[in-house]
């Protein structure tokens, strides 16, 4: 098997795995994204301000 058989071989198997990784990445970054929002959302109405609250859930 020739050295560039191997390279190209393994090139194929990480793009792969990258390919299946990625999406895992993105969703945890969203999820992350919205528990911000809605915990910021959360001090606003337990501050008792349940307007700002509901506009910054809107914005999701």
Do not use: W
Request: hydrophobic share 50%.
């Amino acid at each position: 098997m020739s050295v560039t058989t191997v390279y190209q071989t393994t090139c194929r198997f990480c793009e792969s795995i990258e390919a299946g990784i990625m999406p895992s990445f993105a969703f945890i970054a969203d999820f992350f994204a919205v528990a911000h929002v809605a915990t910021k959302a959360s001090n606003v109405a337990m501050a008792g301000d349940y307007e700002e609250a509901k506009r910054i859930i809107e914005t999701l």
